[in-house]
């Protein structure tokens, strides 16, 4: 029985990290639809950006209540899972809590895991209260409705579940190590769990032990549920939180990047000896250029990968003046929509064998309005809201570009403005012959 045992739970292991991979190859390709960057310059910057703001979570703290209760989430669920690795030694061998041989050490690392479950139980539940009982502004902002905000409530259910299941599975064991109950042991310290194992006193030990094996599977069975639920919620940012961070661009917020296309063109009129009618070289196997963006595949992949790291906790869109003065721009909807579209754009392409075939949808008008990019004051107060790096700016600045370069359809007093610039060169409509005379003044 104890070999079947073991290879049920190889099976479920393997098909757990088996969907995991197909997800995260699905999450590759998908972002790797986007344009090409260069972000590996300054290697040293970008890992002290990963290690200050992903791993020391220093945005997250600028707003303290929020920002100690994520830190106790982040630390507990993730030093928890430590034990991860014993439990799938033991399920694969069939032995029971492996590294209890390491006496007095292995009773401090249960010891922390039970406390650290229990300040993640208490900050996951002052999570739900302050989402669905006082009701936070950001958290029922008329952009987060639908899946996105039950999907916030379904991953701390989830995490009361599971803290709940590893202290159960764990004050099962310790009444049945106390009572000296047959392959348990003693190993490690209960010092929370073993303040419920009371209510084991009377029962049957093969009752107890029945209970401590159905919390042990449904603890695995849950993590890589959990594990394989991330794609589809916005907690993969727990993945890409340290990726993102580091490919985050380092150049002043106010520092805008050129059109390398427009560029061109600017040096060439300013180049006296250049002949603006020489034919230039043609890649005729490249695709038709274009500028700024009209859907997804027209962003970098940083700009996407941006879009599946959102936590989609609206800062971004609480920091907004935009929004917060009644206008239709939210930077959290602007991340929420090109993830949608993306998503869109790559089940597309997996039902279409590889290809991407025309729906006839694109990212700006089917899901993000002119109206909503043109509210935006490019203060980049979203960016630095963000506690993990993510740009929305830079989405809006290149629907905007392509909403002036190949729509010209921007608004009346900014085509005014651009008229004046090209043909007297100041955005003041009065002859280039005038554009000196405040000097006299």
Excluded at 229 to 255: E, V
């Amino acid at each position: 029985m104890g070999y079947i045992d073991n290879i049920l739970f190889v099976i479920v292991l393997a098909a757990g990290f088996g969907y995991f991979a197909i997800n995260v190859k699905k999450l590759i390709r998908n972002i790797k639809l986007g344009k090409d960057i260069d972000r590996y310059d300054n290697p040293g910057a970008r890992l002290g950006n990963m290690a200050l703001i992903a791993l020391g979570q220093s945005k997250m703290v600028k707003r303290p209540v929020s920002g100690f209760l994520h830190i106790i989430v982040y630390a507990g669920f993730v030093i928890i899972n430590i034990e991860l690795l014993e439990i799938i030694i033991d399920g694969i061998f069939g032995t029971h809590r492996l590294f209890g041989f390491m006496g007095g050490f292995y009773s401090f690392l249960i010891g922390s895991f039970e406390i650290l479950a229990f300040l993640v139980l208490f900050a996951v539940i002052t999570f739900l209260i302050r989402r669905n009982v006082i009701k936070l502004w950001r958290f029922v902002h008329s952009d987060l409705k639908g899946w996105p905000k039950n999907d916030a409530n379904y991953i701390l259910y989830f995490e009361i579940v599971l803290m709940t299941l590893f202290l159960v599975m764990n004050a099962a064991d310790g009444y049945l190590q106390s009572v000296g109950a047959d392959h348990y042991a003693k190993a490690g310290a209960f010092p929370v769990s073993g303040l419920i194992s009371g209510i084991f006193e009377g029962m049957d030990y093969n009752t107890v032990a029945l209970i401590e094996r159905i919390a042990w599977w449904l603890h695995i069975i849950g993590i890589l549920v959990f594990m394989n639920y991330l794609y589809y919620s916005k907690h993969l940012h727990i993945l890409l939180a340290f990726p993102n961070t580091y490919f985050a661009n380092l150049k002043p917020k106010g520092k805008f990047r050129n059109n390398e296309t427009v560029t061109n063109e600017v040096k060439l009129m300013m180049d006296p000896n250049a002949d603006p009618f020489a034919a230039q070289p043609v890649d005729e196997n490249a695709a038709p250029s274009k500028f700024g963006a009209s859907d997804v595949q027209d962003l970098n992949w940083v700009q996407l990968m941006n879009a599946y790291t959102c936590t989609e906790c609206g800062r971004c869109t609480s920091s907004c003046p935009a929004n917060i003065t009644g206008k239709k721009l939210s930077p959290r909807k602007i991340m929420m929509d090109t993830r949608d579209r993306l998503e869109e754009v790559g089940r597309n392409i997996d039902k279409n064998k590889g290809t991407f075939v025309d729906d006839g949808k694109t990212l700006l008008f089917d899901y993000i309005t002119p109206e909503e990019i043109w509210a935006c004051t490019t203060c980049n107060g979203c960016v630095e809201a963000c506690p993990v790096n993510i740009d929305p700016l830079s989405i809006i600045m290149d629907l905007r570009q392509y909403l002036v370069m190949e729509q010209s359809a921007a608004p009346t007093e900014l085509n005014g403005m651009m008229a004046n610039v090209e043909n007297n060169g100041a955005p003041w409509q009065y002859s280039q012959m005038d554009r000196l005379n405040w000097k006299d003044e």
